[in-house]
Every structure is written in structure tokens, then in C-alpha cells.
């Protein structure tokens, strides 16, 4: 079983304009709220590319019915740990530039949502997690101890509520007896990586936080991610947006892949279908460069569609064929 694991999901209101601008009226021509944030967006991508998998998040409030009727329409196991404390909501607003009406259709992955033309200015308004409620932390432990025994392959992602502990990826790893892909940042990461896990997953600016130090060239980010090795990580993966995305192993082997260039619809998730495409393609066997052509895949597909991580194996596929690692 993939295992998709954090404390951290939202209730994303996703809002599309033809044209958006600051002081003025804006109306949208497509409204959408979905289940998302990093666990859960992870959890759906898992379901989607196929293979049994759970996703194990922390969710309360009055985002909780409406998370848990769209897992339940979408047909993805999970295990809510109910929180009283609500589920943060979030938004995220689509300008597309005065680019045409909106198609929908398909392009061999199931539905299509969203324009498709113009240039696409995105704007996030990230309500950050409150803190967890009384004995919260300690049934979120347990709940994980428990999934984790049935899990092949585990991906523990997404920032803490305000005042947990930034040991707890930690404590979650020192249940763990499956390979672990961590994507985190900062404390919670550096803590984690004493206990070696799989694969870590960060972005250049996570990176940066986590290292302490602003990363300006392509020796700086290798580097870091030799820092991250010598810190306990086997496999460090850092993206960068749209660009060259790397992969070194601790060994000393290191990777360059440049994802194929597509036209943006929501960047929402892109990140998050990366991990779980990496998940996904190590759950097969395959190894670990090859998995992360998966990813990129997954990632490239999500970029396309308007709703987030609603990807498609076959799409995935044919996505990762195109990619050609390059060893630095």
C-alpha cells in the first residue's frame, strides 16, 4: 500500500478569470472547491495512477463533510483523524490574461476543466494551519503507527500546524519500516534526516531553508544537496518550478531531467504529483531516476488541468517516455 501521510490539508476554493485586477470587480468564469493541500493532493494522485493506497490526514471543522463526500465520491481510501480545530481554507486565483473561453474536453486523461489559451498569472491566498487540539498530536501518532505497518512505501508531506513539534516527521519515521519519501523544509526535515530516509523531496527555496543558505548557481545547489547526503538522505530530488529538476544519490551519482515544456492551467499540486509519482514508480520497482521520470510526468500532466491531481497512468506514461535523465 502507498501511504500518503500530513497534518496540513485545505479546502481550496479555485477561482478562474479572463482577466483579474486588483481594486476593481472581478467576476470568475469558473469557480471550483476541491479537497487539497499537499496530503491530500498527494492521496488522490496516489488512487488515480493505481495500485492500492491510503491517504492519513488531519482534518476538522466544516471543511471536513465536504473533504470526506469528494474522497468518498472519488473513490480514495483514507483515515481521517477528526481535529477540533478546522481545516484551513485557502484560494487560489487563475488570471488568464484575457485568453478565450473556457474548453473542456479530452486529451486521453479523463476530463479537461479550464481555458486553455492566454497568459496565466496565479495568486495564492494560503491561510496558515492553526494549532492541534488536546491529545490530537498523540492520536495522530498512533493512527500513523497503525497504517504505516500495512504501507510499502510511505510519503510524509506538508508543513506542521502552528506549535507542533518540529520533531514529529521524526517520531513518524521511527515508526516506519518501509521506505519513506519526505517532503518537507527547515527544522522538521533536518531533524528527520538523522534517521535516513528513502528519498527527500524539497524545492530550491526549501532547500535553501533548510541548508540555511541562499542557493545562486547550480554549484550551490549541489552542494546543498551533498549536505542533505551527509545529513542521512539516500536519494535528494530538488525541482524548481518548471526547470531542471535534480536527483543525487548518496553514493555520489547525480542526474539533471528538464521537464517538457507545456502551456500552464494551475500549477496548483504539480509538486505533489511529483512525490507521488516518485512513490508510484518506486511501489513498481522501478529505480529510483526512472521513478522520478514518473514524476515529472505526473507533475506535467497536473500543470495542464485546472483541478488538481486528477492524473492518469497511461498519460503519465507516455509523459515520461519523452524525458531523457542526463548524468552530470
Not at 481594486?23 to 468564469?29: E, Y
Not at 473561453?101 to 486523461?109: D, N, T
Request: glycine fraction near 10%; charged fraction near 25%.
Amino acid at each position: 500500500m502507498n501511504l500518503a501521510v500530513g497534518l496540513t490539508p485545505a479546502w481550496q476554493h479555485i477561482l478562474a478569470f479572463d482577466e483579474f485586477r486588483l481594486d476593481a470587480v472581478n467576476r470568475a468564469r469558473e469557480s471550483h472547491w476541491v479537497a487539497s493541500g499537499k496530503v491530500l493532493n498527494v492521496g488522490i494522485a496516489l488512487h488515480r495512477l493505481g495500485g492500492p493506497s491510503k491517504t492519513l490526514a488531519l482534518v476538522g471543522g466544516s471543511p471536513l463533510d465536504p473533504i470526506e463526500h469528494e474522497f468518498d465520491e472519488l473513490g480514495v481510501p483514507h483515515r481521517f483523524v477528526v481535529s477540533s480545530t478546522p481545516t484551513r481554507v485557502c484560494t487560489t486565483i487563475l488570471d488568464f490574461g484575457g485568453g478565450r473561453s473556457s474548453k473542456e474536453g479530452s486529451a486521453g486523461a479523463g476530463e479537461r476543466h479550464g481555458p486553455r489559451d492566454g497568459r496565466l498569472q496565479m495568486t495564492e491566498l494560503v491561510e496558515n494551519a492553526r494549532p492541534m487540539g488536546e491529545g490530537e498530536y498523540e492520536r495522530f501518532v498512533d493512527a500513523y503507527e497503525e497504517e504505516a505497518r500495512a504501507a510499502s512505501i510511505v510519503v510524509l508531506t506538508g508543513s506542521l500546524p502552528a506549535g507542533t513539534p518540529p520533531r514529529l516527521y521524526r517520531e513518524l519515521l521511527e515508526r516506519t519500516a518501509c521506505p519513506a519519501i519526505l517532503d518537507a523544509r527547515g527544522e522538521e526535515l533536518a531533524l528527520a534526516l538523522e534517521l535516513e530516509p528513502f528519498l527527500v523531496k524539497p524545492n530550491r527555496e526549501e532547500l535553501e531553508k533548510t541548508i540555511g543558505r541562499e542557493i545562486r548557481s547550480d554549484s550551490d545547489l549541489r552542494d546543498g544537496m551533498r549536505e542533505l547526503h551527509r545529513l542521512g538522505a539516500q536519494w535528494v530530488v530538488v525541482s524548481q518550478g518548471g526547470g531542471v529538476l535534480w536527483v543525487s544519490s548518496r553514493e555520489g551519482d547525480t542526474w539533471r531531467l528538464r521537464p517538457p515544456v507545456v502551456e500552464a492551467v494551475n500549477p496548483i499540486g504539480c509538486g505533489d504529483c511529483l512525490a507521488a509519482g516518485i512513490a508510484w514508480g518506486v511501489s513498481r520497482g522501478l529505480d529510483v531516476v526512472e521513478a522520478v521520470k514518473r514524476g515529472i510526468g505526473a507533475a506535467v500532466q497536473n500543470l495542464q488541468d485546472l483541478l488538481p491531481s486528477r492524473v492518469d497512468p497511461d498519460t503519465v506514461e507516455r509523459i515520461a517516455r519523452t524525458i531523457s535523465p542526463e548524468r552530470v
